[in-house]
């Protein structure tokens, strides 16, 4: 599968799960740790692991493989790593403090 179907298969998972302000940064080019990042904010702890339980779902029964992921049990940042792509949940002051936006601006949003 195209790395375009696969983030959007999670970008339909966290709007299943009532993700706010999702976003879809290209960096490719840009930076040689990823060519997309999925962006999205989730409301609480809770919220933001469904979210990213059910990315994980959908992502894996698409035959994308998780290769690493960071911050689930705090659900302030959580970052999940599928190489290609990466997904990045946050709860909305910590999205307001790292601004991912601001530093991947030369990024186009797609």
């Known amino acids: 599968m195209e790395i375009k179907e696969l983030t959007g298969i999670a970008i339909s998972a966290l709007e299943d799960k009532k ?3 999702i976003k879809l940064l290209n960096i490719t080019g840009i930076s040689p740790i990823s060519d997309y990042f999925v962006i999205a904010t989730g409301n609480n702890s809770n919220q ?9 779902e959908q992502l894996n029964k698409a035959g994308a493989t998780l290769k690493h992921t960071e911050g689930y049990d ?5 970052l999940m790593d ?6 990045h949940i946050f ?5 307001d403090f790292y601004n991912l936006e601001r530093i991947w601006r030369d990024a186009v949003t797609e």
């Open 19 to 21: 993700g706010e302000d």
């Open 74 to 78: 705090a659900a302030n940042w959580i």
């Open 82 to 87: 599928y190489g290609d792509f990466m997904i």
């Open 91 to 95: 709860n909305p002051e910590s999205r």
């Open 48 to 56: 933001m692991q469904a979210m990213a339980d059910e990315v994980s």
